[in-house]
């Protein structure tokens, strides 16, 4: 006979992996099911026993108010749960292939914890088929139980938005999926619990997982048009957001905007599916021609500044460069997958002394993760040229002028995102 599925009253939840994804969902289930947030980075944990995430996804007040919510670092403390939810990272390796190592070291220790009835419901973003081809199968080895019979699983992805103050997880309809239709069911319900936008349950697993990548796949493609369009057009002299103004009024063009790809989703995710598509004897060209051109724009603003610098008799040999922002977006300090390192890389290839100023970012995580150093406040009159990476709201509030100021009297100003008046500034995407 099959494994009873908890009861509401038994559910006993464990999130692993506690990022950008996980202490969110920990936090919110924590104040309605008893929740157990694991995660192997023991400074991580300690740092959320103390009501502190350094991420600024959860505040301190969220975290005291989730209050079944605990936290261990110790796999022995998941024995006893009942659900567990995997929102560990999905990277690639630097052939940009899917690096499944997390996720499978995550099964492992769900496998070794999971007990008859138990569920396993993976969050983060995988290929079609990952869930039963990779995952399962471990935990099945690790637990010696038999998948939908001893133990279920469901796919549910996240749709979070780092630095995101209003799309909010309870806010964003959540995809859920499960191994047998009992299993969907109880999976849906559960999320109903939280998921005040409710929820679409998909036919399977695969659906589920095909969904969450195609998402950002779209994305990716869509901003990598855009950056085509910016790169013809700056060849014809043609201003791009002029040109995306006039064909904005059209009822059905999509409001993309040229720039970076960089964050572990969009500029990751679709390896995941283009990886998957090679693997059945498929190449997909529309999707990693979009990567081509949306990896390639870092250099490609390096190389307009340096030019708009010899122009005007600037060397960039030895010049002084400050580049405004490093995290991969706006007034977040997640730097994962930040493409400004490419610009950083580009013009240090012509020796340019290149300073990062951004007030969102450890530091110590730039240097950990890029071995860049980042300067504090910037010097006045200290620089050749100025790039406006990321549209941080203290560089907008010191606009063109504040920004200028950094700069000596003739020095160029880039602005990657168009956040500043364009006639205030040199060039622009
Ligand atoms: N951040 C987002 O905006 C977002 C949105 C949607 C989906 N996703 C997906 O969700 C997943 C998680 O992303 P994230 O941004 O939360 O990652 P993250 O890097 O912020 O956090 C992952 C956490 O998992 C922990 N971890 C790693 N391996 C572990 C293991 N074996 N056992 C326990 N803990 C482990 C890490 O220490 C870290 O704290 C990824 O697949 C990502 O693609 C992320």
């Given at each position: 006979?099959?494994?009873a599925?908890?009861?509401?009253?038994?559910?006993?939840?464990?999130?692993?992996?506690?990022?950008?994804?996980?202490?969110?969902?920990?936090?919110?289930?924590?104040?309605?099911f008893?929740?157990?947030g694991?995660?192997?980075n023991?400074?991580?944990?300690?740092?959320l026993?103390?009501?502190h995430?350094?991420?600024?996804?959860?505040?301190e007040?969220?975290?005291?108010?989730?209050?079944?919510?605990?936290?261990?670092?110790d796999?022995?403390?998941?024995?006893?749960c009942?659900?567990?939810?995997?929102?560990?990272?999905?990277?690639?390796?630097?052939?940009?292939r899917?690096?499944?190592?997390?996720?499978?070291?995550?099964?492992?220790?769900?496998?070794?914890?999971?007990?008859?009835?138990?569920?396993?419901?993976?969050?983060?973003?995988?290929?079609?088929g990952?869930?039963?081809?990779?995952?399962?199968?471990?935990?099945?080895?690790?637990?010696?139980?038999?998948?939908?019979?001893?133990?279920?699983?469901?796919?549910?992805?996240?749709?979070?938005n780092?630095?995101?103050?209003?799309?909010?997880?309870?806010t964003?309809?959540?995809?859920?999926?499960?191994s047998?239709?009992?299993?969907?069911?109880?999976?849906?319900?559960?999320?109903?619990?939280?998921?005040?936008?409710?929820t679409?349950?998909?036919?399977?697993i695969?659906?589920?997982e095909?969904?969450?990548?195609i998402?950002?796949?779209?994305?990716?493609?869509?901003?990598?048009?855009?950056?085509?369009?910016?790169?013809?057009?700056?060849?014809?002299?043609?201003?791009?957001h002029?040109?995306?103004?006039?064909?904005g009024?059209?009822?059905?063009?999509?409001?993309?905007?040229?720039?970076?790809v960089?964050?572990?989703?969009i500029?990751?995710?679709p390896?995941?599916?283009?990886?998957?598509?090679?693997?059945?004897?498929?190449h997909?060209?529309?999707?990693?021609?979009?990567?081509?051109?949306n990896?390639?724009?870092?250099?490609?603003?390096?190389?307009?500044?340096?030019?708009?610098?010899?122009?005007?008799?600037?060397?960039?040999?030895?010049?002084?460069?400050?580049?405004?922002?490093?995290?991969?977006?706006?007034?977040?300090?997640?730097?994962?997958?930040?493409?400004?390192?490419?610009?950083?890389?580009?013009?240090?290839?012509?020796?340019?002394?290149?300073?990062?100023?951004?007030?969102?970012?450890?530091?110590?995580?730039?240097?950990?993760?890029?071995?860049?150093?980042?300067?504090?406040?910037?010097?006045?009159?200290?620089?050749?040229?100025?790039?406006?990476?990321?549209?941080?709201?203290?560089?907008?509030?010191?606009?063109a002028?504040?920004?200028?100021?950094?700069?000596?009297?003739?020095?160029?100003l880039?602005?990657?995102?168009?956040?500043?008046?364009?006639?205030?500034?040199?060039?622009?995407?």
């Amino acid at each position: 006979m099959d494994a009873a599925l908890p009861s509401r009253d038994q559910i006993s939840i464990a999130v692993i992996g506690l990022g950008y994804v996980g202490l969110p969902l920990a936090a919110t289930f924590g104040r309605r099911f008893k929740t157990l947030g694991f995660d192997i980075n023991a400074k991580r944990v300690a740092e959320l026993r103390q009501h502190h995430d350094h991420t600024l996804e959860v505040s301190e007040q969220e975290l005291r108010e989730a209050r079944d919510l605990s936290f261990a670092n110790d796999p022995e403390e998941l024995k006893g749960c009942n659900v567990f939810i995997i929102t560990v990272p999905t990277p690639i390796d630097e052939y940009k292939r899917p690096d499944l190592r997390p996720l499978e070291s995550a099964s492992r220790t769900v496998g070794r914890a999971i007990a008859k009835g138990g569920v396993a419901i993976y969050e983060s973003t995988v290929y079609p088929g990952a869930t039963e081809e990779i995952c399962v199968p471990i935990i099945e080895r690790e637990s010696g139980l038999t998948f939908n019979r001893d133990f279920y699983a469901g796919y549910s992805p996240e749709r979070i938005n780092p630095g995101d103050k209003q799309h909010r997880l309870e806010t964003i309809m959540k995809v859920t999926s499960g191994s047998t239709p009992e299993a969907a069911d109880f999976i849906d319900d559960l999320y109903r619990q939280i998921i005040t936008a409710g929820t679409h349950k998909a036919s399977c697993i695969r659906v589920a997982e095909a969904a969450k990548v195609i998402e950002n796949t779209q994305r990716d493609v869509n901003i990598a048009l855009i950056n085509e369009l910016a790169l013809i057009f700056h060849r014809l002299g043609i201003d791009t957001h002029e040109v995306l103004e006039a064909a904005g009024t059209k009822w059905n063009f999509l409001p993309f905007r040229p720039g970076l790809v960089g964050g572990h989703c969009i500029g990751v995710d679709p390896y995941y599916l283009t990886h998957k598509a090679q693997q059945i004897g498929y190449h997909p060209d529309v999707i990693l021609a979009g990567r081509r051109i949306n990896d390639g724009m870092g250099s490609h603003v390096a190389r307009r500044t340096a030019k708009l610098m010899a122009q005007r008799n600037l060397q960039t040999t030895q010049s002084n460069i400050l580049i405004l922002g490093l995290a991969f977006k706006e007034n977040c300090p997640d730097v994962r997958n930040t493409r400004v390192v490419d610009i950083v890389a580009e013009l240090r290839s012509y020796n340019a002394n290149v300073h990062i100023h951004d007030p969102w970012v450890n530091a110590d995580e730039a240097r950990h993760e890029y071995g860049l150093e980042m300067i504090g406040q910037p010097e006045q009159g200290k620089y050749d040229a100025i790039i406006l990476a990321v549209s941080h709201r203290e560089f907008i509030a010191l606009g063109a002028e504040g920004i200028r100021a950094f700069g000596k009297p003739d020095a160029v100003l880039f602005d990657v995102k168009r956040a500043l008046p364009r006639q205030s500034v040199d060039d622009c995407l």
